[in-house]
């Protein structure tokens, strides 16, 4: 008689015990037993703690991880990357009157935080090359300028930074760095945005949408556009995003060509650069995301999973800085 709720209870217990000595741990997207089994883009993301963020998602449904604070060693990520000699071209652009609200504060402050120890290149764009600020750079670190039109429609110079982040890659970055790093301007380092967040192909969570789910995306769902998609993965940010210089080469031409031939098609995709961005990682997996931590945004307020803020978004002045 008292057999079963006796073995119930037993059983009971046991998966109790198992659960917590497991933790609750949002894996059931990865479900890994340990992190050798992570897409790795280098030797040093052996050591990466998956199961040190108990409320956050630490790694996609295809094994790439998602990278918190807490579940790597910096220390460790600086060393083997040195070792193993990579290094870092930044591109970034600044046109209009973007260059004297945010190009200064931006590259004063990556000198603080950004891949130090590693060689680092900027590359500005900007169309005047005379008014970019003269700054005294660390030691491996240089900074190029080089002149880009500006376009009279804001969603133009959005948007034709792919293809001439793409030429630059072919003509120069492909021969001096192994990584490619593309950020907005206008945006601060505030802490250490460090080798932890090199890989292949890197994407970077948006800060506004990475607790929501997919039906709240804003992906582009108009069907005449090359960057329509009816669902996917997250909702990338695409004021940071990065990888080999192979890697950026193929996104940023993939989004130049959907995104003409979205032109012809007399199409603008809903988030222009940023939908395109989001329709190639939804076809091409990026094999390491980056947390809202490397990009947020203080208006958004306090959350507790947001443990350090690495990069923040400077305040927007559209009203002064959009109109020519
Ligand atoms: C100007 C008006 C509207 C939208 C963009 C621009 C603009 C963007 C510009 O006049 N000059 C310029 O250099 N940009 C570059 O494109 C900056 O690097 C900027 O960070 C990036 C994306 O534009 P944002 O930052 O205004 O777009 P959101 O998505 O951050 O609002
Ligand atoms: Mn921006």
């Not at 949002?26 to 992570?38: A, G, Q, R, V």
């Not at 220390?75 to 190009?103: C, P």
């Not at 590359?123 to 750079?137: G, I, K, Q, S, W």
């Not at 800060?207 to 009816?230: C, G, I, Q, V, W």
Request: proline share 4%; charged share 25%; glycine share 4%.
């Amino acid at each position: 008689m008292l057999f079963f709720p006796t073995v119930l209870c037993i059983v009971y217990i046991i998966v109790t015990f198992v659960r917590l000595f497991i933790g609750f741990l949002p894996m059931d997207k990865c479900n890994l037993e340990s992190s050798t089994k992570l897409i790795l883009d280098n030797r040093a993301d052996i050591s990466l703690d998956l199961r040190s963020r108990h409320k956050v998602q630490t790694c996609t449904s295809w094994r790439a991880p998602i990278i918190w604070e807490g579940m790597f060693d910096p220390q460790h990520y600086d060393q083997i990357h040195r070792k193993e000699g990579s290094s870092v071209a930044l591109t970034v652009f600044a046109v209009g009157r973007y260059l004297e609200a945010y190009l200064e504060t931006f590259l004063m402050s990556s000198e603080h935080y950004f891949m130090l120890g590693l060689p680092v290149s900027y590359y500005v764009f900007t169309d005047r090359p005379e008014n970019v600020p003269n700054l005294e750079l660390g030691p491996r670190r240089h900074l190029k300028v080089i002149k880009v039109e500006k376009y009279s429609r804001w969603q133009d110079i959005s948007m034709m930074r792919m293809k001439i982040i793409s030429d630059t890659i072919e003509s120069d970055i492909r021969h001096h760095y192994t990584h490619v790093f593309c950020f907005d301007v206008d945006q601060v380092f505030t802490w250490r945005f460090g080798p932890e967040a090199l890989g292949d192909s890197v994407a970077l969570l948006h800060a506004y949408y990475y607790h929501l789910p997919k039906r709240m995306f804003t992906y582009d769902r108009n069907p005449k556009s090359k960057a329509y998609m009816e669902t996917g993965d997250f909702y990338y940010h695409a004021a940071v995003f990065g990888g080999t210089w192979e890697n950026v080469k193929s996104l940023t031409d993939s989004c130049y060509k959907d995104i003409m031939e979205d032109k012809l098609n007399n199409v603008e995709a809903l988030w222009h650069d940023e939908s395109h961005l989001n329709k190639y990682f939804w076809l091409h997996k990026p094999s390491r995301i980056l947390s809202p931590e490397y990009c947020w945004d203080n208006k958004i307020g306090y959350r507790s999973d947001i443990q350090v803020f690495r990069l923040i978004w400077a305040p927007k002045h559209y009203e002064k800085l959009r109109t020519s």
